[in-house]
């Protein structure tokens, strides 16, 4: 091999070394990039992890709080508070704290040195009248109701008009009524025409069972009362419906045991609690039962539950309004005639209209078909008026 070539040789295996030296490096400084962003993500981490732990460590390690009670706020910004102990300051208010949540009795916590008001604290209400059937707007409408017009229209008068326009009220210098009774045998349409008033007047719908506020231990049926007009006045407007209040508001008699006692109390804050409210205010208060023969007479004088609408058993017309609404999404054959169901349901109420037209179209998704004929309405009729007309309906039980 001559010079030249060996020289032409070494050249190539030098480039060849250079070539793979410097991949050798650049896959070196992809892994150390690699590596650093992982020490950097690490450190993040860590970063973050220390905040966490030096956040913990001050919240641990900073004083109590003090818990009070809002009772007013001054022109100036400052705050009148009472303590848990008992007596009442005039402290300052944090500029942290949202002042529109500040409301004379909301439950604040105080600094422990300088009593300033420092956050807001939540509600404390009992779990179970959080957990009462609370609904911002309920769906149903008057167009869901049949037969009841006449009711419809008291009730608007008596609780929609005064929280849509209370000021027709101040011209003509009236009070509407401060509560409303409905009472009528089951299943005539009570709590539709509560929930539809609800949604007409786009109020907050409380809704809670009698029985709900008697309770085991003495003053907490009181103390639930007390907690659900604060919720009534925290969703305001919001209207109050109590069904079946004969539970807690049956008549007194002279000799009664330590239970009905209890039951009495609860009543009596009842009462108080409607004695204190604006009726020209954005809360209203309903209630419902099947028997007002048993009511004590304190809750029906005027001033108190001192409107009563009366829910009777549906006519023909108001029945025939029923089956149209309760048919009007179903397919329905040619056959089917409302008249003469509405005539053959004499005794039914509006609930068990609504029964019927469920029972019979279930007899025809039995049977694998698409339409509801008058035969399925005929059974469901048979059924379910059967089982109505085996329970005694006595009015000598209604006023």
Not at 60 to 65: A, F, R, V
Not at 152 to 179: A, C, D, Q, Y
């Amino acid at each position: 091999m001559t010079e030249s070539s060996q020289a032409k040789t070494s050249e190539v295996t030098d480039e060849t070394y250079l070539d793979s030296y410097v991949k050798h490096l650049e896959q070196r400084i992809r892994g150390l990039e690699r590596e650093r962003r992982s020490i950097e993500t690490e450190y993040m981490r860590l970063e973050r992890e220390v905040q966490n732990l030096r956040s913990e460590f001050n919240r641990l390690t900073s004083p109590p709080l003090i818990e009070a009670t809002l009772v007013d706020l001054l022109s100036d910004g400052r705050a009148v508070v009472r303590s848990s102990t008992g007596p009442r300051f005039v402290v300052n208010v944090s500029g942290f704290v949202n002042r529109a949540e500040l409301r004379p009795g909301t439950r604040v916590a105080l600094n422990q040195r300088t009593f300033n008001v420092v956050e807001v604290l939540p509600s404390r209400k009992d779990p179970l009248v959080l957990g009462m059937e609370v609904d911002e707007r309920p769906s149903v409408t008057y167009e869901d109701i049949g037969g009841l017009e006449e009711q419809i229209s008291e009730i608007r008068e008596t609780v929609e008009l005064p929280l849509l326009k209370p000021e027709l009220f101040e011209k003509v210098g009236v009070e509407p009524p401060h509560g409303v009774l409905l009472y009528g045998p089951p299943g005539t349409g009570k709590t539709l025409v509560a929930r539809a008033v609800a949604h007409e007047s786009k109020a907050t719908f409380i809704r809670l069972i009698g029985s709900e506020l008697v309770q085991k231990f003495i003053g907490e049926g009181a103390r639930m009362v007390r907690e659900m007009f604060e919720l009534a006045r925290e969703k305001a407007p919001s209207i109050v419906f109590i069904d079946e209040i004969d539970a807690i508001a049956a008549s007194r008699m002279s000799t009664s045991t330590s239970g009905d006692r209890e039951v009495h109390r609860t009543m009596m804050q009842l009462l108080a609690e409607l004695d204190g409210f604006d009726p020209r205010g954005n809360i209203k208060i309903l209630a419902a039962t099947n028997r007002p023969d048993i009511l004590d007479r304190a809750l029906l004088r005027p001033g108190r539950f001192d409107r009563l609408i009366e829910f009777p058993m549906p006519d023909v017309a108001a029945r025939r309004a029923i089956f149209m609404i309760h048919t009007r999404r179903m397919n329905l054959s040619k056959d089917v005639d409302i008249n003469k169901m509405a005539e053959q349901a004499e005794g039914a109420t509006g609930a068990d209209i609504k029964s019927i037209c469920t029972e019979a179209g279930m007899n025809a998704i039995r049977e694998g078909r698409e339409q509801v004929t008058a035969s399925d309405f005929q059974r469901a009729l048979s059924k379910v008026l059967s089982t109505v007309r085996d329970q005694p309906r006595s009015d000598a039980m209604f006023w």
